[in-house]
């Protein structure tokens, strides 16, 4: 996930996300997929077709009623709000999880640009945003922000623009009702915090003592000056 905390749900690679879950809403509300649309300032043909996307892998979403004395419409089905109500549960998870759940690294910036920063830290280099005119720094790293990837299946490069990656072994597994905490060890003091859902942990097949990629935006991560121990 990345940062801005983003909840998805997943299958067969197909994302429900927060855009979907507007979508969804505002057919209820107008009851008509062409009103939902207008009212989202989208274009209908690409409503139409995203909803059509969703129903391949989630089922059927919305019931079309077609002319008539009453004119055409449509409605959610059960499945609709049933998915509803699953992404809710999962915003609320993450927001709760979310918010505590970082990773700190100690880290000395080597190289600047603009305002993002090249930090060697004992995890691996990473690039950080860095406003602040330090050489030490601690990285934060939030858990929503992170993607995990089996090392065989890494994007390429050219598809991860401006994006850090660590190599390590998952060494916990924290299920919820909705969410996986993972931690992984990238080498650092501490294990990096990782929040997923448990059909991305499916789809990754992982589970304790495997090898990890994690990845995250340069700009989804923060560098800010270490506070310094009284000598």
Known sequence: MDAGFEARLRADGVSFEARDAALLRAVDEHHSLNAAADALERSFS???ARITALEE???PLVERQR???GGGGSELTDDARDLLARFERLRAAYAGTASVAETVLDGRITE???ELATVETAAGTVRALA???AERVEVTLRADAVTLHVPDDVPASGEMSARNRLRGEA???VPGETIVRVGV???ADAPLTVLVTHDALGALDLAV???VVASFKATATRATAAERADE
């Open 46 to 48: 690409r409503a139409h």
């Open 57 to 59: 892998e989630f089922g």
């Open 67 to 69: 002319g008539g004395v």
């Open 112 to 114: 600047r640009d603009g």
């Open 131 to 133: 406003p602040e005119a």
């Open 171 to 173: 060494v916990d597994l």
């Open 185 to 187: 060890d990238v080498g």
């Open 209 to 211: 003592g495997d090898p």
